[in-house]
């Protein structure tokens, strides 16, 4: 499995408020005072960048000189290298991804968007990862609808899933409703980040919150969050934590009144947002290096996080921990493993979105007109075809 491959392709309640005052407002800042304020975010961001890269490549470098002395690594030891790689590469993905934010170039089209059944989507997409890391999902969900940018609230939805799950011990708590007044949309997350056992004798009921809470993750969460334009509020406890995000925009006969045609696009495909894909996940299934070179080639600027393995049993490998969002896959490798694969992964996600390259031609087939229900796009329109493929089939669900 190429593991490097996506690398840059790809007590009382205690309200934490100090990071939410210190964030710079999504629009650009005004008077010398807020831009150095703002200038102070971003290099103290930057830095937070470099140490979460820095640390787990430091830990890898020094396996690495290990295995050079020794010429050998126990199984146990290449899963901690690995593990490290894969730390150092989410760094800098969401580095990048921050870096759409600090550009302020950001564009957005606000859709009626269904927050309910997205964020049940998003769970069920990543069933597997949250199985696999033995935690358990608790969903109280209302129907609700905002208006928002599509490939903003499915980055959103999946940073607040990534966050918790680096965070959470035992369980996580979804839950989504109505506020009465203001009739605001409200997501709620809720989970126990430190077990009742681990605080010290004596300890404050109001104990800091494990370090992990302030990681990257979490400063993306708060960058698209305010972005949006949402409230935004964290609660932290001893043990446990509560995310809740606040959606002003929600649909209601009263607050569409007052919504301009301009304001309101029904249609994801005219989105102007210049990575509306940015953290979504691609497994490549192909064996041989040119395709691979040719399918980075085409999505590198996507911002996607990409995964390359050479066989069916490497897919099948990869998938048992988690579902990536898309998988790409070479032609000849179909037949009753691969077929077997993909039937197990559209019984868990029906949607799930498979694009196969042909051996040849320079043809491209959206899965709704092709026999297969799969995309499809040629050999030859890989550069030119694969990037729209992508955007066209990962956008139906959003």
């Not at 830095?47 to 430091?58: C, D, K, N, R």
């Not at 901690?80 to 934010?101: I, K, S, T, V």
């Not at 564009?107 to 990862?129: F, I």
């Not at 607050?255 to 996940?281: C, I, R, W, Y």
Request: with cysteine.
């Amino acid at each position: 499995m190429d593991a490097l491959s996506g690398a840059y392709d790809h007590g009382p309640a205690r309200m934490d408020m100090s990071d939410l005052n210190s964030n710079p407002s999504p629009l650009p800042a005004a008077g010398s005072e807020a831009q150095a304020h703002d200038d102070q975010h971003w290099s103290e961001l930057l830095g937070q960048v470099g140490a979460e890269i820095a640390g787990p490549l430091t830990a890898a470098i020094e396996r690495v000189t290990a295995l050079a002395v020794t010429g050998k690594i126990d199984r146990h030891n290449l899963r901690a290298l690995r593990d490290e790689l894969d730390q150092a590469r989410r760094a800098g993905m969401l580095g990048q991804q921050l870096a759409r934010f600090a550009s302020r170039r950001l564009r957005q089209n606000h859709e009626r968007l269904q927050l309910t059944q997205m964020l049940r989507d998003v769970l069920l997409q990543r069933g597997r990862e949250t199985q696999a890391r033995g935690v358990q999902l608790k969903q109280v969900l209302q129907p609700v609808e905002v208006l928002a940018d599509a490939s903003l609230l499915f980055s959103l939805l999946n940073t607040v899933l990534d966050w918790a799950l680096a965070c959470a011990r035992s369980h996580i708590e979804f839950r989504v409703e109505l506020k009465s007044w203001p009739a605001h949309g409200r997501l709620s997350c809720r989970f126990v980040h430190r077990p009742l056992d681990e605080l010290d004798d004596g300890a404050p009921a109001d104990a800091p919150a494990a370090s992990s809470l302030d990681s990257l993750t979490w400063r993306l969460l708060q960058q698209t969050a305010l972005a949006m334009g949402l409230r935004i509020e964290r609660h932290d406890e001893a043990t446990t934590t509560l995310l809740a995000l606040e959606f002003p925009r929600t649909i209601s006969a009263q607050q569409m009144e007052g919504v301009s045609a301009v304001e309101l696009d029904q249609g994801f495909a005219s989105s102007t947002n210049s990575k509306p894909l940015a953290g979504s996940h691609v497994l490549v299934l192909a064996p041989r290096r040119e395709v691979r070179s040719q399918v980075r080639e085409a999505i590198r600027h996507m911002g996607l996080i990409i995964d390359f393995v050479g066989s069916v049993e490497e897919a099948m490998e990869f998938c048992a921990d988690g579902l990536p969002h898309a998988i790409v896959f070479e032609s000849a490798l179909r037949g009753e493993r691969f077929d077997a694969l993909r039937g197990e992964i559209l019984a868990e996600v029906p949607d799930f979105v498979f694009i196969e390259l042909a051996e040849e031609g320079k043809e491209f087939e959206v899965s709704g007109f092709s026999s297969s229900g799969m995309a499809r796009v040629g050999r030859d329109a890989i550069m030119s075809s694969l990037p729209s493929a992508l955007l066209f089939e990962l956008s139906r669900g959003m």
